[in-house]
């Protein structure tokens, strides 16, 4: 997907570690999101941020923490992983906030296996 | 709780035929509305976006419609082609808060020869 990518696109890993996914976008986009899809559900937010350091929670926010420290990186951290967190995983981007006619970018994901 | 629900969960068509999937919502007041086509392991691509205002949206062969008053959206894809095959998700924007998009579970459609 033009301007923006995630890395990596797959990772398995075990119980109980801390894992780092990382959206990189080039288009200057003032905010980002981080969601997760799985079956059975539409995609849910995780966090969002309108800005450097600029952070808020979304709704199934436990157990995920993020950081922005640059405007083009917006990274996901699950603390301690656990198989319910697996689950494929999306950052999007968006140049206004969503409840304006803003363009809304979705990533390729990262599909995250816990074991 | 706002929701936006999509039906058929997964529909069937052969190739160059017509097809409309639907999406019903309770957001309200809601600021605009969505539909994204995502394929297999791809992240979803928008396709329309509609304000509150507006009924209908084209995209090529995608025309979305929406009925503000019943609250329902479709969207009609005009003569299938197998590029088709993918999740159609609809999403909404509640009005005033900015980033809680609701979105529908999505319809799989397999277009198939």
């Known amino acids: 997907d033009a301007g923006i990518t995630q890395s990596p696109r797959h990772k398995v890993t075990e119980t109980g570690t801390p894992v780092t996914l990382r959206c990189h976008q080039t288009e200057n986009h003032r905010y980002m999101y981080w969601y997760r899809q799985d079956p059975g559900h539409g995609l849910r937010l995780i966090h969002y941020?309108?800005?450097?350091?600029?952070?808020d929670k979304g709704e199934v926010s436990d157990g995920y923490s993020v950081s922005r420290s640059k405007t083009e990186d917006f990274l996901l951290t699950l603390e301690s992983a656990t198989s319910s967190q697996t689950s494929v995983y999306f950052c999007?981007?968006?140049?206004?906030?969503?409840?304006?006619?803003?363009?809304?970018?979705f990533g390729s994901g990262t599909r995250l296996t816990v074991v | 709780k706002n929701q936006v629900e999509q039906s058929p969960q997964s529909l069937i068509i052969l190739e160059g035929k017509n097809c409309t999937l639907q999406?019903?919502?309770?957001?309200?007041?809601?600021?605009?509305l969505r539909w994204y086509k995502q394929d297999t392991g791809r992240g979803p691509v928008s396709l329309t976006i509609?304000?509150?205002?507006?009924n209908t949206k084209s995209n090529g062969r995608y025309t979305a419609t929406l009925d503000a008053d019943t609250k329902q959206s479709s969207l009609h894809i005009t003569a299938s082609q197998l590029s088709d095959s993918a999740s159609y998700i609809c999403v909404v924007s509640p009005k005033g808060t900015a980033s809680k998009l609701t979105f529908g579970t999505g319809t799989r459609l397999q277009v198939t020869l």
């Open positions: 509609m304000t509150f205002s507006e």
């Open positions: 941020s309108y800005g450097v350091k600029d952070t």
């Open positions: 999406c019903n919502y309770t957001v309200s007041p809601f600021s605009n």
């Open positions: 999007a981007i968006s140049d206004g906030w969503p409840g304006g006619d803003y363009g809304y970018t």
